[in-house]
Protein backbone atom coordinates (compact mmCIF):
# COMPACT_ATOMS: atom_id res chain seq x y z
CA UNK A 1 0.00 0.00 0.00
CA UNK A 2 0.92 3.63 -0.27
CA UNK A 3 2.34 5.57 2.39
CA UNK A 4 -0.52 7.59 2.63
CA UNK A 5 -2.89 4.59 3.82
CA UNK A 6 -0.57 2.86 6.26
CA UNK A 7 0.06 6.58 7.89
CA UNK A 8 -4.03 6.73 8.52
CA UNK A 9 -4.23 3.99 9.94
CA UNK A 10 -1.29 4.30 12.14
CA UNK A 11 -2.63 7.59 13.25
CA UNK A 12 -5.87 5.98 13.95
CA UNK A 13 -5.13 2.88 15.96
CA UNK A 14 -2.91 5.76 17.82
CA UNK A 15 -6.60 7.81 18.33
CA UNK A 16 -7.85 4.66 19.68
CA UNK A 17 -6.04 2.67 21.59
CA UNK A 18 -5.16 4.30 24.80
CA UNK A 19 -2.42 2.39 25.96
CA UNK A 20 0.66 3.80 23.99
CA UNK A 21 3.19 1.02 24.03
CA UNK A 22 0.72 -1.24 22.32
CA UNK A 23 -0.58 1.54 20.10
CA UNK A 24 2.66 1.61 18.65
CA UNK A 25 2.89 -1.97 18.20
CA UNK A 26 -0.07 -2.17 16.88
CA UNK A 27 -0.02 0.67 14.11
CA UNK A 28 3.60 -0.85 13.38
CA UNK A 29 1.66 -4.47 12.96
CA UNK A 30 -1.40 -2.98 11.26
CA UNK A 31 1.37 -2.08 8.30
CA UNK A 32 1.28 -6.17 7.67
CA UNK A 33 -1.98 -6.81 8.24
CA UNK A 34 -3.01 -4.07 5.73
CA UNK A 35 -0.19 -5.46 2.56
CA UNK A 36 -2.66 -8.57 2.91
CA UNK A 37 -4.82 -6.98 0.69
CA UNK A 38 -5.03 -6.43 -2.96
CA UNK A 39 -2.90 -3.11 -3.15
CA UNK A 40 -1.20 -0.69 -5.92
CA UNK A 41 2.31 0.65 -4.50
CA UNK A 42 5.10 2.42 -6.03
CA UNK A 43 7.56 -0.09 -7.01
CA UNK A 44 11.29 0.73 -5.52
CA UNK A 45 12.97 -1.28 -7.27
CA UNK A 46 16.22 -0.66 -8.97
CA UNK A 47 16.67 2.30 -5.88
CA UNK A 48 19.19 0.38 -4.86
CA UNK A 49 22.18 0.63 -7.60
CA UNK A 50 23.06 3.81 -8.62
CA UNK A 51 20.00 4.31 -11.45
CA UNK A 52 19.82 7.64 -10.37
CA UNK A 53 17.45 8.71 -12.88
CA UNK A 54 15.23 6.14 -11.40
CA UNK A 55 15.76 7.72 -7.75
CA UNK A 56 14.59 11.00 -8.84
CA UNK A 57 10.93 9.98 -10.48
CA UNK A 58 10.26 8.03 -7.17
CA UNK A 59 11.06 10.25 -4.40
CA UNK A 60 9.06 13.20 -5.15
CA UNK A 61 6.35 10.79 -5.68
CA UNK A 62 7.20 8.83 -1.86
CA UNK A 63 7.27 12.82 -0.25
CA UNK A 64 4.59 13.64 -1.63
CA UNK A 65 2.43 10.38 -0.71
CA UNK A 66 3.78 11.08 2.88
CA UNK A 67 3.43 14.57 2.79
CA UNK A 68 -0.73 14.23 1.86
CA UNK A 69 -0.73 11.33 4.51
CA UNK A 70 0.86 13.73 7.28
CA UNK A 71 -1.67 16.42 5.92
CA UNK A 72 -4.79 14.28 6.03
CA UNK A 73 -4.01 13.11 10.04
CA UNK A 74 -3.77 16.49 11.03
CA UNK A 75 -7.28 17.45 9.51
CA UNK A 76 -8.78 14.11 10.15
CA UNK A 77 -7.56 13.84 13.84
CA UNK A 78 -9.22 15.01 16.67
CA UNK A 79 -6.77 14.62 19.44
CA UNK A 80 -8.10 15.78 23.35
CA UNK A 81 -4.66 17.28 24.23
CA UNK A 82 -1.06 17.60 22.69
CA UNK A 83 0.35 14.21 23.79
CA UNK A 84 -2.53 12.78 22.06
CA UNK A 85 -1.88 14.55 18.89
CA UNK A 86 2.00 13.48 19.49
CA UNK A 87 1.07 9.57 20.05
CA UNK A 88 -0.71 10.27 16.94
CA UNK A 89 1.57 10.97 14.96
CA UNK A 90 4.34 8.50 16.47
CA UNK A 91 1.97 5.40 15.79
CA UNK A 92 1.56 6.91 11.71
CA UNK A 93 5.29 6.59 11.31
CA UNK A 94 5.59 3.75 13.27
CA UNK A 95 2.72 2.22 10.78
CA UNK A 96 5.10 3.08 7.74
CA UNK A 97 8.27 1.60 9.60
CA UNK A 98 8.43 -1.61 7.65
CA UNK A 99 8.70 0.27 4.12
CA UNK A 100 11.65 2.01 5.87
CA UNK A 101 13.35 -1.24 7.14
CA UNK A 102 13.19 -2.37 3.40
CA UNK A 103 14.87 0.89 1.89
CA UNK A 104 17.71 0.47 4.79
CA UNK A 105 18.14 -3.08 3.54
CA UNK A 106 18.48 -1.89 -0.30
CA UNK A 107 20.93 0.04 1.12
CA UNK A 108 22.86 -1.53 3.58
CA UNK A 109 21.85 -5.08 3.53
CA UNK A 110 22.52 -7.39 6.96
CA UNK A 111 21.00 -10.47 8.38
CA UNK A 112 18.05 -8.55 10.20
CA UNK A 113 17.26 -6.26 7.83
CA UNK A 114 17.09 -9.53 4.96
CA UNK A 115 15.04 -11.68 7.74
CA UNK A 116 12.59 -8.72 7.53
CA UNK A 117 12.56 -8.17 3.85
CA UNK A 118 11.79 -11.79 3.29
CA UNK A 119 8.97 -11.80 6.00
CA UNK A 120 7.68 -8.65 4.55
CA UNK A 121 7.49 -9.93 1.13
CA UNK A 122 5.54 -12.68 2.46
CA UNK A 123 2.86 -10.67 3.23
CA UNK A 124 2.42 -9.66 -0.46
CA UNK A 125 1.29 -13.01 -1.34
CA UNK A 126 -2.07 -11.26 -2.99
CA UNK A 127 -0.02 -9.01 -5.23
CA UNK A 128 1.18 -12.04 -7.71
CA UNK A 129 -2.31 -13.13 -8.01
CA UNK A 130 -4.32 -11.30 -11.28
CA UNK A 131 -6.56 -8.93 -9.41
CA UNK A 132 -8.05 -5.72 -11.23
CA UNK A 133 -6.50 -2.27 -10.21
CA UNK A 134 -10.58 -1.59 -9.18
CA UNK A 135 -9.87 -3.94 -6.45
CA UNK A 136 -6.11 -3.05 -5.44
CA UNK A 137 -7.65 0.62 -5.59
CA UNK A 138 -10.85 -0.38 -3.77
CA UNK A 139 -9.65 -2.20 -0.75
CA UNK A 140 -6.99 1.22 -0.08
CA UNK A 141 -10.21 3.15 -0.20
CA UNK A 142 -11.69 1.14 2.45
CA UNK A 143 -8.84 1.55 4.51
CA UNK A 144 -8.90 5.44 4.47
CA UNK A 145 -12.78 5.69 4.89
CA UNK A 146 -11.98 3.27 8.37
CA UNK A 147 -8.92 5.37 9.22
CA UNK A 148 -10.62 8.77 9.04
CA UNK A 149 -13.57 7.41 10.67
CA UNK A 150 -11.82 6.44 13.53
CA UNK A 151 -9.35 10.01 13.36
CA UNK A 152 -12.78 11.23 14.22
CA UNK A 153 -13.74 9.38 17.55
Known sequence: MILLVHLLF????????????LAIVLAFFSHYFWDLFPHIEYSIDGTAEKQWQR????????????????????????????????????????????????VLNNHWPNRVLEFHNKLHQKTHFLKQRKISNFWRIASQVAVVIISTILLKI
Do not use: M, Q
Open 10 to 21: GAAIGSVVKNIP
Open 55 to 102: RLRIIPKIILDFCVGILLVSIFSNPSTDSGRVIIYICALSAILPDGLI
